[in-house]
């Protein structure tokens, strides 16, 4: 069985090391993990809910599931997971991070370039005219409308910077993500059960070219038996007794 000591060896030995994290690494902060056993998906129909059909269709029946996730969302903050990402960055122990969360706890824990590959709450914006607005100023005009739904000076409905389901990933972040990928001689999953393309492919994008992967995730993921190290513990003290390992702590 793998211990974060050895989690510390591989990380030191490193020289281009990636972390990639999914939701398992903010439920500590208290944001219900979307995809898991119990998790957000069994109780509501994600197409239904959460899709660019649905926001252009029903926009106030859209707002009215999103608006108080961004409430909870602005509520949560960072965690030991988050803060001992950011000091491996710190370091220099990693080179990258690569997030499918929108929750923005990266940030401001201290990461100072998260690839953000699924978007993030941290703005508005118009899907008509592409104006941005801040997460504040989004909130502002959904309080102020009647039906509870933001719009932009053009009169359109605003969204979050969230991507949703049926809407196009990012393609500068998945680039990004690719990039760092091909480049790893390590790759750190945190939290992320490796379930969703094109995320999920990166792991075999490392492995193919002789890296090594590490895993540390409460739940079973595609790539156990691959891992060079692997982990069930809880992510924030997991990674703090890596950072002790490493004589960072």
């Known amino acids: ?3 974060a000591a ?9 020289e281009h090391a990636v972390v990639l994290t999914g939701a398992g690494v903010s439920t500590e ?10 998790g957000t998906w ?17 926009p106030a029946l859209f707002w009215r599931f999103h608006r108080p996730r961004i409430d909870m969302l602005s509520r949560a903050e960072p ?8 000091e491996l960055e710190r370091r220099g122990l990693v080179a990258a991070l690569i ?13 100072p370039a998260p690839i953000e590959v699924h978007g993030s709450i941290d703005r508005g914006e118009c899907l008509r005219c592409e104006a941005r607005v801040s997460l504040d100023e989004l909130i502002a005009r959904a309080d102020a409308a009647e039906d509870g739904v933001p719009r932009c000076a053009c009169g359109f409905q605003m969204k979050s ?13 998945i680039d990004a993500a690719y990039d760092h990928a091909e480049r790893a001689d390590v790759m750190l999953v945190i939290g992320s059960s490796l379930a969703v393309a094109p995320v999920s492919q990166l792991p075999a994008l490392v492995l193919r070219r002789g890296g090594r992967l590490a895993i540390l995730n409460i739940g079973d993921t595609p790539y156990d038996d691959e891992a060079h190290v692997r982990l069930r513990g809880q992510a924030g003290a997991e990674l703090a007794a890596t950072l002790e390992s490493l004589g960072v702590a």
């Open 6 to 14: 050895d989690l510390a060896d591989l990380l030191r030995g490193a």
């Open 161 to 173: 910077g969230v991507v949703l389901f049926g809407e196009q990933l990012p393609p500068e972040a």
């Open 29 to 38: 902060s208290g944001i219900p993990d979307f995809r898991s056993p119990g």
């Open 79 to 86: 965690n030991g997971a988050h803060r001992a990402v950011a």
């Open 42 to 58: 069994e109780r509501y129909d994600p197409l239904e809910v959460a899709s660019l059909a649905t926001f252009l269709r029903d």
């Open 1 to 3: 069985m793998s211990t």
């Open 99 to 111: 997030t499918q969360n929108i929750d923005r706890l990266h940030r401001r824990a201290g990461s």
